[in-house]
Nanobody, 121 residues
Framework: QVQLVESGGGLVQAGDSLNLSCVGSRRTFSRYAIGWFRQAPGKEREFVASITWNGGLTYYADSGKGRFTISRDNLKKTVYLQMNSLKPEDTAIYYC??????????????WGQGTQVTVSS
């Protein structure tokens, strides 16, 4: 089974950018639709963005529209989440998951371990 590993999180100031990566462990990763979710302390996990297996379609939560961009490079077995103009309310653990584009946690059956994003004001 494919394993997902996120990286790229960190501590940044409001207005800064981060580029998160989700790397798959096997070549079959290229067949999977991938979603990004986030979970802030005391809150439920929420949808951020998703992308089809070939990158042809992308979807965004309203919170990230215009600021976040999801993309993928199947040769590198990697999905990216470019986050610009970060806000303190973007602070959360960010997870990538497979294999859906739906904005619902229970549509995904494979998850990474998460990467922490902290945005200071």
């Amino acid at each position: 089974q494919v394993q997902l590993v996120e990286s790229g999180g960190g501590l940044v100031q409001a207005g800064d950018s981060l580029n998160l990566s989700c790397v798959g462990s096997r070549r079959t990763f290229s067949r999977y639709a991938i979603g990004w979710f986030r979970q802030a302390p005391g809150k439920e996990r929420e949808f951020v963005a998703s992308i089809t297996w070939n990158g042809g379609l992308t979807y965004y939560a309203d919170s990230g529209k215009g600021r976040f961009t999801i993309s993928r490079d199947n040769l590198k077995k990697t999905v990216y989440l470019q986050m610009n103009s970060l806000k303190p309310e973007d602070t959360a653990i960010y997870y990538c998951a497979a294999d859906s584009t739906a904005p619902y946690v229970n549509e995904y059956d494979l998850w990474g371990q998460g990467t922490q994003v902290t945005v200071s004001s």
